[in-house]
């Protein structure tokens, strides 16, 4: 049954493989997140006229306006912690995950669209940020992820399988 679901999961069109960053490289991805949102609550305060007093007001709006909730869902069996993310408008290219052996991050970023000479130019955003605990240990390294038609798939391979544990266990979380 579960290669059926791989089988089919892989055969849709257009999928592809979003970047898995573990290690050294999460810190340059934290780094990225965070400066977005600090240039967007620097452009709230000033918005504002620069006026001080407000700074923990500005960043909770700026990552408000540029994080979306995505509807998150884990499975856990005796050998893996799978999960998958609704994240519909996305390419592969555009989202990276963070892998630890506790947790992951999943961050979107869409390319910036070709503005016309005259228009303003647009903010980027984020568009997605999601961090999530995980229910079990895992080897980042061995880690794969394939995004289509929206829906994001981690597969982490747990450190070690725990004897005993024959049911399978599911979580679902929104943020």
């Known amino acids: 049954m579960k290669a059926q679901k791989d089988l089919r999961f892989k055969s849709e069109d257009p999928a592809g493989t979003p970047k898995i960053v573990f290690g050294e490289g999460l810190a340059e991805l934290a780094s990225n997140i965070r400066d977005a949102v600090a240039h967007r609550a620097y452009e709230l ?46 390419r592969p290219e555009e989202v990276s995950i963070g892998v630890e ?10 390319d910036p669209k070709p503005v016309d000479s005259n228009a303003y130019p647009t903010r980027a955003s984020i568009a997605l940020y999601h961090t999530l605990d995980l229910p079990a240990k895992v080897d980042p390294s061995r880690a794969t992820a394939r995004l ?27 943020v």
């Open 45 to 90: 305060f000033e918005a504002r006229g620069s006026q001080h007093g407000h700074d923990i007001d500005d960043w909770f709006r700026a990552e408000a306006e540029l994080v979306h909730p995505m509807s998150v869902d884990i499975w856990q069996s005796e050998q893996e912690v799978v999960v998958t993310a609704q994240v519909p408008g996305f």
């Open 148 to 174: 289509s038609h929206g829906l994001l798939k981690l597969e982490l391979p747990k450190v070690v399988a725990r004897s005993g544990v024959t049911k399978q266990e599911h979580h679902r979380t929104t």
């Open 101 to 110: 052996p506790g947790r992951v991050l999943i961050w979107g970023r869409p």
